[in-house]
C-alpha cells in the first residue's frame, strides 16, 4: 500500500497542473463577492486565490439555490469505487461551512462511462478510513440521497483533512447494495480552499 501511494504521488508532482483562480471582490457597495473573472475596476481584490484545477484537487465554490440561498462548500474531486481504471461509481467528498458550523458529506457524481449511481439506504459499514488510523462510521442517508455524517466526525474528517492525509471511503450503491471501497488517494488543496469557503460564510447574511 505504501509503495503504490508514494508511486501516485510522483506522478501527481511530475504532470502539468492547470490552475483555476477565485478572486475575492469588495465591491462599491460594500458587498463581498467571488467569482471567477478579475474584479471591476470599481471594485477592489482582497483576495486572490489559485486553485488547482478540479481534477487533481479539493476545490472552493459557491453556490446559490432556486430560493436565492447561498452556500460556500469545498469539494474534492471525482473518487472512484472499485477499480482505479473501470470504476462500478464515482462519488465527491463536500464540505458546506456555514455560521454554526461545517457538514460533509458524499454525493454521487457521474463521469465519462460511469452513469451517477444512488447510495443504498443500508449505511451498515459505510463510512470513511483516515490514514488507517480512524473509521468514521456516523453517516445516514439524507433526503436530498447524499450520506451526511455526524458533527463529531465531520469536526474529525475536517482535522484529517487539513494535515493532507490519506483516506479510503467505503460505500454501497443502490445496484448491488455491496460495500465497496474508493482507491484511496490523497488530495491536496484542501486548506486553500478550506479558507476561501470561511471567508465566504462571513459574507453570507
Request: one cysteine or more; glycine letters at 8%; proline letters at 4%.
Amino acid at each position: 500500500m505504501k509503495t503504490r501511494l508514494l508511486v501516485i504521488s510522483i506522478l501527481l508532482v511530475a504532470s502539468p497542473v492547470a490552475f483555476a483562480t477565485t478572486y475575492k471582490c469588495k465591491m462599491a457597495d460594500g458587498r463581498t463577492v467571488f467569482q471567477d473573472i478579475p474584479c471591476a475596476p470599481e471594485a477592489r481584490t482582497e483576495h486572490v486565490g489559485a486553485q488547482r484545477d478540479a481534477g487533481s484537487a479539493w476545490q472552493f465554490e459557491k453556490r446559490t439555490d432556486g430560493n436565492g440561498k447561498s452556500g460556500c462548500f469545498v469539494q474534492s474531486p471525482s473518487i472512484g469505487f472499485g477499480s482505479r481504471y473501470r470504476p462500478v461509481a464515482v462519488a465527491r467528498l463536500r464540505v458546506e461551512y456555514t455560521k454554526e458550523g461545517e457538514i460533509a458529506e458524499l454525493v454521487s457524481a457521474a463521469e465519462p462511462g460511469t452513469p451517477s449511481m444512488p447510495f443504498s439506504t443500508n449505511t451498515n459499514g459505510v463510512g470513511i478510513n483516515i490514514a488507517g488510523q480512524a473509521f468514521l462510521s456516523d453517516v445516514h442517508l439524507s433526503p436530498s440521497g447524499t450520506l451526511r455524517f455526524g458533527a463529531k466526525d465531520t469536526a474529525r474528517l475536517v482535522k484529517q483533512l487539513q494535515a493532507e492525509e490519506s483516506f479510503v471511503v467505503r460505500a454501497r450503491h443502490i445496484k448491488s447494495d455491496a460495500l465497496f471501497d474508493s482507491t484511496g488517494d490523497r488530495i491536496d488543496g484542501f486548506v486553500a480552499a478550506q479558507q476561501l469557503a470561511q471567508d465566504c460564510v462571513a459574507t453570507i447574511r
